[in-house]
């Protein structure tokens, strides 16, 4: 009887987060513009979706965005892991607490203050602004999930390298690097999923010239999506759920 | 290792080099900032293969947006189209240039008594490009008072089906006008009543909406709203439920000109751009698509009487006699618009 | 026209600020004889320095200076009185007028204005709320889909997580379209007989999205820590005779507490500073202390900028403060957050 209960409850809750998708994934398909009226079954939007250059555009900014942003800042945030890891306690104490600033701070403040730098310094805000205040936000995440690998890591091989005769520069790429690499990967990929969500910061960073599809959705629900959003969103749902369940389904085995 | 770093190095060149090739092509451009679905699309095509100037297109939902957009990203925008009590502000500020008239030969066009208008007294800065009225929207299977006044938004019997403007100067200006107040008011007072009346209203309001509005009523989710002409029109085209007034306290009658920001990097092209609007059947394309009334002559005698006969599009001398046209209200007076506006906001 | 612009000593400052960072690196090389590995994290020092540290002293300056760049506390004291900037404009001779025909600053609109603080209360209570209805309905289902005898259970948790990867301002509006008049719910409301009813443009419409789409925060984290948990540690207390709901009470819960701390964190914080849910739910009739800022920011009158810098600047002391005392309840931070 609780069994039941239980996965009612659970149903209950995910039909809640649910029903708004199916609803638009269904909208998609609607033959008409409206989102009253059910006007039959159709693909026009699907064949729209790649002619309508807005949208378009704005998925592959998002798309670029997100990958260089998640690039730089995997680059820049091992380095940094790397080095506030060999630091003495007081200095990491700082490091560590001004790399948890971009993190706490609401989204909305991070935005107007990365703003006010544009505007100050004369910078014209664009694709670039865009991609810097990206990296911004990443970085601290890929400190997060890069610094318990280091700590996992034997402290002596480095050092013992260098004894051998490496460089630094060397070390860094055949020592650490090859040890660290799993936690490098998962702060590029939350990097990269969290610079496709990301709205308030691009929202204030960049000009209307340059949008993204979270601000071009935010300047279309005014006055309704058009029903092609609906159509990309359905499609990149759809392409998510998969990975996702295949990629769960092979960890499953993997642990079985 | 080697493959990791090459192949970085291959991503970032692709990703780098591709969505900038859009941005900085050799190609001739214009970037138009705009009202959203204020212009048929059609017609920047046509401009596209006649010329072979790439159409940039951006938005904006207020004139305040607009404004604050302007400053901060110089050199964003070639053409905008403001609405007529900015123009002043933005001369004044030095925010727009002059346009060269001689590459607007079809501004001859223009009706004779939309030139030199108060807001550009010497009509160096600005072209018309469309101009209406504010009035009721309403839906005449819900409404069976007559639409005469202003006072039906405060009928609680149409409770919770009202949509009104999130728009300072349209909405504060109407209520101002239902009190018998003038729409370009600097008394205290007089903002301080007309932001209690519409304190009093708002249980009644549904939404303060902008660009919704028009979809809202064609879909039937609202018994009366605040609207401007053309949208209304809009609205009316797609849902024969629907019809239009201007309340007999009057009302505000505006006038959408063209410009040019004083920082435009293709400021020929945004010329060639005006001219091309003022085409006659360019602007009958536009008229015709937006369904605001045209200060084209020449458009206007080719649309003969479908235009003429419509009195929300062609409204009658006697409506605009009632009419007032808006004024910049300078800053020290703005705060006090402000801040009545916040007030009605902010209530429960 | 007000121009942005760096002054002097902005340069000044920067170009310092640059040399100091350059001879500290050298200085430390030499000092060490050699690179030492610290010295990886200084592209991301720098980077810190210009994109972090700088950005928020300039929110600072704003909230401390007024239009002209002057020192000034106007803005705070605009935030505790919102009408004192308006009422310090008003011109000497007009209030004279006015007093004399025996009007008072409430007939002008004039009195302490509250409107700064109201949101910001407002908005603290409907995070709140929000906060406890996730705890509410998230703590149950991360509790049944950890349970090792559910075999579901990890399937199920990547669809908690797929929605998080759907742009959530899609699904906003997507909630938009169920709630509205004509929309998916009253369609079946009508279709039962109950009759359409006024869903959106609401405050509560507003909580509704507000709950759909920071659900998953909660979910989430606690699941994480349930399904690490040492299971045979309830086990033991079940067979030491503690019956079910004491088990749940004495062990599970206390267990989970970081999970439920950084859940409430990860709610709370994004549902006190959010604009955009308001704005599409809420029909512009719901204020909340992210519209109050976004709007002091989209104003006519760049003198709003230094008004907006101070309510950002409150905003932000006050989330360090609230993250203050969470730290306090889980200082390991073991929730683990997103990882």
């Given amino acids: 009887m609780t069994k039941i209960l239980k996965r009612v409850y659970l149903g209950l809750i995910l039909l809640f987060l649910y029903v708004p998708i199916i609803v638009l994934i269904v909208q998609s398909f609607n033959a008409g513009k409206s989102r009253a009226k059910w006007e039959g079954f159709s693909f026009t939007w699907y064949g729209q979706l790649f002619n309508d250059p807005s949208i378009m555009n704005a998925l592959w900014i998002t798309v670029s965005i997100a990958v260089l942003a998640a690039l730089f800042s995997a680059v820049l945030g091992t380095l940094a892991a790397i080095g506030i890891h060999a630091m003495r306690r007081r200095p990491q104490a700082v490091m560590l607490t001004l790399n948890n ?43 997060l999930s890069v610094m318990p690998k280091l700590q996992q890591m034997n402290k002596n091989t480095y050092e013992a390298a260098l004894d051998l005769g490496a460089t630094p520069v060397y070390a860094l790429f055949h020592v650490i690097l090859p040890e660290v690499m799993p936690g490098v990967i998962t702060g590029a990929m939350l990097a990269f999923t969290l610079s496709l969500d990301d709205f308030t910061i691009s929202y204030f960073t960049t000009s209307p010239l340059v949008q993204n599809l979270s601000t071009l959705i935010y300047s279309q629900a005014r006055r309704g999506i058009k029903p092609t959003m609906n159509a990309l969103s359905a499609l990149m749902f759809l392409v998510l759920l998969a990975l996702l369940l295949v990629v769960n389904r092979r960890t499953d085995s993997e642990k079985a | 290792m080697k493959k ?128 209406g009225t504010v009035g009721i929207l309403y839906d005449t299977t819900k409404v069976d008072d007559p639409v005469d006044s202003w006072g039906i938004l405060w009928n609680e019997k149409y409770a919770d ?24 008011t600097r008394d205290r007072l007089e903002l301080k009543a007309a932001s209690d009346k519409l304190i009093e209203q708002k249980p009644l309001v549904k939404a303060y909406y902008v660009d919704e509005t028009k979809d809202e009523m064609v879909a039937g989710n609202g018994a009366l709203a605040l609207m401007w002409s053309g949208d209304a029109l809009y609205a009316m085209e797609k849902n024969e439920n629907l019809a239009y007034a201007v309340p007999k306290e009057g009302s505000n009658v505006w006038v959408d000109p063209m410009v040019i920001p004083a920082t435009a990097k293709n400021k020929e092209n945004a010329e060639k751009l005006i001219n091309f609007l003022c085409r006659p059947d360019i602007a009958q394309m536009n008229c015709e698509y937006i369904w605001y009334s045209s200060p084209n002559t020449a458009a206007i005698e080719l649309m003969g009487e479908d235009y003429t006969e419509n009195p929300t599009i062609n409204p009658t001398q006697d409506i605009i006699d009632r009419c007032e046209f808006f004024h910049d209200i300078p800053d020290q007076y703005l705060t006090v618009y402000n801040l009545f506006w916040g007030r009605v906001k902010d209530a429960k | 026209m007000t121009d ?79 009408n004192y900037t308006a009422r310090k404009a008003m011109d000497p001779e007009e209030m004279k007028m006015y007093e004399e025909m025996g009007l008072t600053l409430e007939d002008l609109g004039l009195e302490r204005g509250t409107i700064n603080i109201n949101t910001l209360v407002f908005s603290l209570w409907m995070a709140f709320l929000c906060t406890v209805i996730c705890l509410l309905l998230g703590y149950p289902a991360a509790h049944i889909m950890a349970n090792r005898d559910f075999k579901l259970g990890p399937t199920l948790v990547v669809l908690f997580i797929v929605p998080m990867w759907m742009n959530f301002l899609l699904r906003t509006v997507a909630m938009m379209t169920l709630l509205e008049d004509n929309g998916v719910i009253n369609s079946l409301l009508e279709a039962v007989g109950i009759g359409r009813q006024k869903l959106l443009n609401n405050v509560a419409a507003v909580q509704v999205g507000m709950v ?34 004491h088990t749940f009470y004495k062990v599970t819960l206390p267990l989970s507490l970081p999970g439920v701390v950084s859940g409430i964190t990860m709610v709370f914080m994004p549902a006190v500073t959010t604009f955009y849910i308001s704005r599409l739910l809420g029909g512009g009739k719901v204020q909340l202390f992210g519209d109050l800022i976004e709007a002091k920011f989209l104003s006519t009158s760049l003198r709003e900028w230094n008004v907006g810098s101070a309510l950002s600047l409150i905003m932000m002391i006050l989330i360090l403060i609230s993250l203050g005392l969470l730290r306090k309840v889980d200082p390991e931070g073991e929730g683990g957050g997103m990882v």
């Fill in chain 3, 212 to 245: 759909y789409n920071f659900l998953p925060f909660m979910v989430f984290p606690i699941y994480n820590v349930l399904n690490k948990m040492d299971y045979k540690l309830s086990e033991a207390a079940m067979d030491l005779g503690c019956d079910k709901w």
């Fill in chain 2, 161 to 184: 089906e009202i949509i009104m403007l999130d728009s300072i100067r349209d909405t504060m200006g109407v209520t101002l006008k239902y009190l018998g107040y003038s729409m370009n």
């Fill in chain 3, 4 to 82: 942005f612009r760096v002054p002097a000593w902005g340069y000044w400052i920067m170009g310092v600020g640059l040399a100091a960072f350059i001879v500290m690196l050298v200085m430390y090389i030499r000092r060490n004889r050699g690179f030492k590995r610290p010295l990886f994290a200084s592209p991301y020092v720098l980077w810190l320095v210009v994109f972090t540290v700088i950005p928020c002293l300039l929110v600072a300056y704003f909230s401390f200076t007024d239009y002209q760049g002057n020192f000034t506390l106007d803005n705070f004291k605009d935030f505790w009185d919102s």
């Fill in chain 1, 101 to 143: 600033i971009p993190m706490t701070m609401p989204d909305i403040v991070t935005g107007i203050s990365l703003m006010l730098l544009f505007i100050f310094t004369k910078v014209e805000r664009g694709y670039v602004t865009m991609l810097l205040a990206h990296i911004t936000f990443d970085v601290p995440y890929v400190i």
């Fill in chain 2, 4 to 131: 990791w770093i090459s192949l970085v190095a291959v991503l970032v060149l692709m990703m780098n080099v591709l969505p900038l090739n859009g941005a900085f092509a050799a190609q001739e451009e214009v970037n138009v900032y705009n009202w959203e679905d204020y212009m048929n699309p059609e017609v920047f095509k046509i401009f596209e293969q006649e010329t072979g100037i790439h159409v940039n297109e951006m938005f904006f939902t207020t004139n305040e947006e607009m404004m604050i957009s302007l400053r901060v990203t110089p050199g964003a925008y070639d053409l905008v189209f403001p609405s007529d009590y900015c123009v002043e502000r933005m001369i004044s500020e030095g925010l727009i240039t002059e346009i060269n008239f001689d590459s607007v030969p079809n501004f001859s066009n223009i009706e004779p008594w939309m030139i030199n208008p108060d807001y550009d007294p010497e009509n160096k800065y600005s072209v018309p490009f469309m101009w």
